[in-house]
Nanobody, 125 residues
Framework: QVQLVESGGGLVQVGRSLRLSCVVSGRTVNSLAMGWFRQAPGLEREFVAHIARNDNSTYYGDPVKGRFTISRDNAKNTLYLQMNSLKPEDTAVYYC??????????????????WGQGTQVTVSS
């Protein structure tokens, strides 16, 4: 069983940075296909970023390209999301997600079997 625990959310001003963490237990982080999604009030959950299983290929949603970076630390068994140049529209609950298999459609939430509880990010203008 894979368990995911996010942390690092909070209130931040426009243009500042924040780093989210997702601690993985039950499997090694590099053996999982992993992603970040977010959900703003009244909206559907949105794909943010993905890192492929067993290699370092990364993919990003258009709204965050060039500003966010997904990475993992195998020694700490942790997934990260570095968020720079934050905007008010980045305000959402951010979720860490994982799957045991390689994912082709990494932007689709139904492809991930394991989810964290979410962490709130609020960007104030």
């Amino acid at each position: 069983q894979v368990q995911l625990v996010e942390s690092g959310g909070g209130l931040v001003q426009v243009g500042r940075s924040l780093r989210l963490s997702c601690v993985v237990s039950g499997r090694t982080v590099n053996s999982l296909a992993m992603g970040w999604f977010r959900q703003a009030p009244g909206l559907e959950r949105e794909f943010v970023a993905h890192i492929a299983r067993n290699d370092n290929s990364t993919y990003y949603g258009d709204p965050v390209k060039g500003r966010f970076t997904i990475s993992r630390d195998n020694a700490k068994n942790t997934l990260y999301l570095q968020m720079n140049s934050l905007k008010p529209e980045d305000t959402a609950v951010y979720y860490c997600a994982a799957d045991l298999a390689w994912i082709a459609n990494y932007y689709a939430e139904y492809n991930y079997d394991y989810w964290g509880q979410g962490t709130q990010v609020t960007v104030s203008s």
